[in-house]
Each structure stands twice: as C-alpha cells, then as structure tokens.
C-alpha cells in the first residue's frame, strides 16, 4: 500500500508539478505527441480523468487482480503502470486545470478523497481478509488506514492550493474593476 501510495499522492503530483514535458519533447517530439496527446485531451476534462482514474483504483483493489499482482512480477508491473498513469492524469487534470475549470478539478478532488477514503474504511474496518485465508487482517487494516488517514492529506492539500489561487484571481478582478 506505501508504494501505491507513493506513486499516487507523491511521485504523479511532483512529476505534473516539475513540467516534464519539455524533457520528453527533447527526446523524442513524435514520440511525445503520440503517448501524451491523447492524454492530455483526457487531462482536459477533470471529472473524466477522475473516474477513470477511481475505475482504476477500485478494480486493482478486487480481490482477484490483488492477488494476481501480488504474485506476479509482470502483473504487478502492469499494476503500477496503471495506476501512475491514471494518477498523472488526474493529476495533470487538477494542477494544471484552467481556470475555467477549477471548480471541476476542486470536485475532481473531493471526489476522489471520498472513494479513496470509503475503499480505505472498508479495508480498515472489515472483520476478514479480502484477499485470502492466508493474508494478515490485520496488514489490510493498516493499509486500509494509510489508504484512508495518510491518503486524505495529498488531496485536502491540492484542494486548499487550488482553492488558494481560484480566489486570488477572483481578487484581482475585483481590484482592477
């Protein structure tokens, strides 16, 4: 769960924040616009790029694909594939939104720090294991509330910056009015 973490709420939030795109440009401009058009078409919609992004989260939490990447190195390689792709278009879709669409990207966040909250508290509370006789409940437990607990601080946090600077800009139209 710290890795899928990590790659969610840290590492995809940096690598939007840092502006990578010249970098990959340099290295490759036709290469760039094949991988990253059709995924910044999706970044334009952040309410889209949530739901794929939450479709994501919550089939790679089923029990039968859990375990699939647990015990499968190119599984759980895809795994996380998944999920930092999905992430770095949410994220993309929220950091970077327009200013016309900040209302979105700040509801694309409450969003997902309710489903991602919710699937934490079933993790945490559930009196059995979900993926199997043999897993520790209690190593779902805890993951359940880094999930549910530790998750939630990302986004509150991309929510108060966007917030931030939605009402700084309202504040400068009202100043040169």
Same mark, same amino acid.
């Given at each position: ?22 970098? !990959?440009? +340099? ?5 760039? @616009?094949?991988?990253?058009?059709? $995924?910044? /078409? #999706?970044?334009?919609?952040? &309410? ?42 949410? !994220?993309? +879709? ?5 200013? @016309?669409?900040?209302?979105?990207? $700040?509801? /694309? #966040?409450?969003?997902?720090? &309710? ?63």
């Amino acid at each position: 769960m710290v890795q899928h973490m990590l790659m969610m709420v840290v590492i995809a939030p940096l690598w939007v924040m840092a502006r990578p795109l010249p970098q !990959w440009y +340099a290295l490759s401009a036709r290469i760039g @616009r094949l991988v990253f058009a059709p $995924l910044f /078409a #999706l970044a334009a919609y952040p &309410m889209v790029a949530t739901a794929i992004h939450g479709a994501i989260i919550w089939l790679w939490h089923t029990p039968s694909l859990y375990v699939l990447a647990l015990e499968n190195l190119w599984w759980h390689f895809f795994e996380h594939l998944c999920f930092l792709l999905t992430a770095g278009v949410f !994220w993309w +879709a929220v950091l970077r939104c327009q200013e @016309r669409n900040t209302g979105r990207a $700040l509801l /694309a #966040l409450l969003v997902t720090l &309710m489903h991602t909250g919710f699937l934490g508290a079933l993790l945490t509370f559930s009196q059995r294991s979900w993926y199997g006789a043999d897993r520790v409940l209690e190593h779902q437990q805890l993951a359940g509330l880094l999930m549910w607990v530790l998750g939630a601080i990302p986004y509150l946090g991309a929510a108060f910056f966007l917030g931030w600077r939605w009402f700084s800009r309202v504040m400068r139209g009202c100043e040169s009015h």
